[in-house]
């Protein structure tokens, strides 16, 4: 069911929001194998909505609208249906009723903007809506349909989950299925991997699509399947997610929606190891984000950001004769700083990161953007030497991931091997 | 000067990332001026693409697109724009030694996805891209401008900020002036501070604007003027801003770009003060924040993730006791959490955080979203009781915004009155 999603709101056009219901609405519809063709921002102007409705319903069989339904004089959506397909806004009492009772309940009293909120264009066929006053509309044109609903994102989650999506589902069953794999990689970019993939890349079938979805140090590899039978296609993606994972095993940290944070997480539960951290140069955002999973407490125990080479001597025993002879970023600074950590914490693992993430501070043999990440427990420590950009930002950001993927590798290296 | 945005990708239109260039970009053209009339998201499909460049054409001065540039095949933009021409795609030598470089300075070897990105539509005007292996490329048809840029937030906000926003404001210059003026508040939300400015807002002169734009415990107020004389409109806004200023002096900590990390950072240079934080919810995001500040080393020394409560008590001085009958979500705790900080990393400031981040841990005494947050030196301490929502993410967020703001009010308390 080819579907078109239209936002209509000034506040979107001046990027004072952001339209997060486009993508919740995208994710649900995609599920049930409606295919969103398109995702259209309009503001709140007559001529424009009206615009977006004959384009609508010329390319798709659906038509999701959000936006513009409330009691304020900007907001326009009814009206402009209204004049779209040639009727007129009468007043629908029960809605009226409905809002009257709920005023009463909250102590009070509706205005006369309310009363103006319940005239609805008279081929609308009126879809409940518990969580506000603004009732979602549904109109048919043919074998297609438009749903207009209010842009509150759980109002407009309601509407789609109590009325939307059960009638997609019901008129889907007859026709074809879609499903989606993703695999999450670390540490290597978009063309290398591709290189490493060509060839089933290459092999896949017709009715199969990869997609790279790069970010910072992570790239996620998404395979779409498309078929009639639902079955079939789950036995079809399953096989290509083994032949990208035996193709590339080392690079892969999880799949679907797993963040590297809460994989690694899990991996140190599994194993049953905890975990403290030395920062310099990332000053805490690597603390950060392990903390930011719900449970880590089981395995974080806590940080040091040693950010004065004084605190690093003092609190993490780096001794003043590395730093002086190696400097503070060098890989025998952070092999003592894991030790430290160790020590410090008592915990199984450390990870230390000593850098410099600019834009100041460089020299010609230390440039900005060199960056030395450490991790350790007792008998072994693993270094890697990051040679990053020159952005602050985007160097913290990419040292924490590459700090994270050391963790997993130092783990998969010392505790899975002797199996 | 009309403007359609265009965003190409795969990822959008199944829900898998939202868009938020199309926010970032709105904002930026608003400001210059430029009137987004449509914001516009097509899968990576030729057709879709070359279909999207009539309709954009057809009603904009200005098309800004994003997306499918990167050296993987579903990557097709370059492809359809250059059949939208009628133009071949060249070689661009230029380009690929630069991606060439970089690689070789990572240690690594470029592969031949990277030399197919190197073909451009022959009537590109490349558009150096320092955040990546893309350049950004301009396209002129008669006198509408069509721009594409990768869909990597940070390059295309390169791209935007050294290439097209600069065109925009030359091209703009010749007609009518904008101007804006942003004053930035913390610590109060958006309908409290338009009570409290009512009075300003309704005396506002007919070319005057105010925008409120909420953030996590943060609101910007934009004026912006419009008009032709540029040093009358920076005349009438200086005039507005002194009134503000004058109502609300406690809630504003800045203007203009200045983040609040900023404005303390410069805050405690001035009083030539250290400090140090001592964090247990917010999982070392408060440091992250102080340090994302270049030049921060000169002010802040260092920080304690102090997790476990076993940590609390070896590494901050926390009292068995205190943590015992007051649990170390309590004022004491913060209190005693303090002062160890300012021992430990001999400080004259320490800010010292202790909460319930969630989404588990809560109890009916202290729910969570139960934030305790201390600011102190030798003299003082000034304590802050948070009740925040539900959410993990935006509670550790949250957290660290009002910290900064306590750092800010204590060092104005202590500091600043004795004048």
């Known amino acids: ?161 109590k009325h939307v999506l059960p009638r997609i589902k019901k008129q889907n069953n007859n026709s074809f299925a879609i499903a989606h794999r993703t695999i999450l990689t670390v540490g290597e970019g978009e063309s290398r991997i591709a290189s490493r993939i060509e060839a089933i890349e290459d092999e896949l079938p017709e009715n199969i699509k990869l997609a790279y979805l790069p970010g910072l140090g992570r790239v996620r590899l998404r395979l779409s399947a498309r078929g009639k039978n639902p079955d079939l296609l789950a036995t079809a993606l399953n096989e290509q997610v083994s032949r990208i994972q035996a193709t590339i095993p080392e690079l892969i940290f999880g799949y679907e929606k797993t963040s590297l944070e809460e994989a690694i997480g899990a991996l140190l539960m599994k194993h049953e190891k905890t975990i403290s951290t030395a920062e310099s140069c990332t000053g805490g955002y690597l603390a950060h984000i392990i903390t930011s999973v719900p449970g880590s407490s089981r395995y974080f125990q806590g940080s040091v950001v040693a950010y004065a080479n004084e605190v690093k001597q003092r609190e993490l025993q780096v001794k003043a004769k590395t730093l002086e002879e190696q400097g503070a970023v060098s890989e025998p600074t952070v092999r003592e700083m894991v030790k430290g950590a160790l020590e410090k914490f008592q915990t199984d693992l450390a990870v230390a990161i000593s850098g410099i993430a600019g834009p100041d501070g460089g020299t010609p043999e230390k440039p900005v953007g060199t960056i030395w990440i450490a991790v350790g427990d007792r008998e072994n420590t693993e270094t890697l030497l990051l040679n990053a950009g020159k952005d602050r930002v985007k160097n913290i950001q990419y040292t924490a991931v590459y700090a994270l993927d050391q963790v997993r590798k130092f783990v998969q290296k010392h505790y899975e091997t002797d199996s």
Chains 1, 2 share one sequence.
């Open 1 to 161: 069911m080819k579907t078109n999603l239209i936002t209509i709101g000034d506040e979107i056009l001046i990027g004072q929001i952001i339209d997060t219901n486009s993508a919740w609405m995208a994710t649900e519809l995609n599920q049930m194998g409606a295919e969103v063709e398109e995702i259209l921002s309009i503001p709140d102007d007559l001529r424009a909505i009206k615009k977006a409705l004959s384009r609508g319903f010329a390319q798709a069989d659906l038509l999701l609208m959000t936006g513009g339904l409330g009691p304020t004089k900007d907001d326009i959506t009814k009206k402009a249906i209204a004049e779209y397909f040639g009727v007129n806004l009468t007043f629908h009492q029960p809605t009226y009723e409905r809002i009257q009772k709920l005023f009463e309940r909250w102590g009070r009293s509706t205005t006369e903007a309310h009363r103006q909120q319940c005239f609805m264009p008279e081929n609308a066929e009126l879809l409940y809506n518990k969580m506000g006053t603004a009732p979602g509309m549904l109109f048919e044109k043919g074998h297609k349909i438009l749903v207009s609903m209010p842009g509150v994102p759980y109002e407009m989650q309601y509407i789609m989950e």
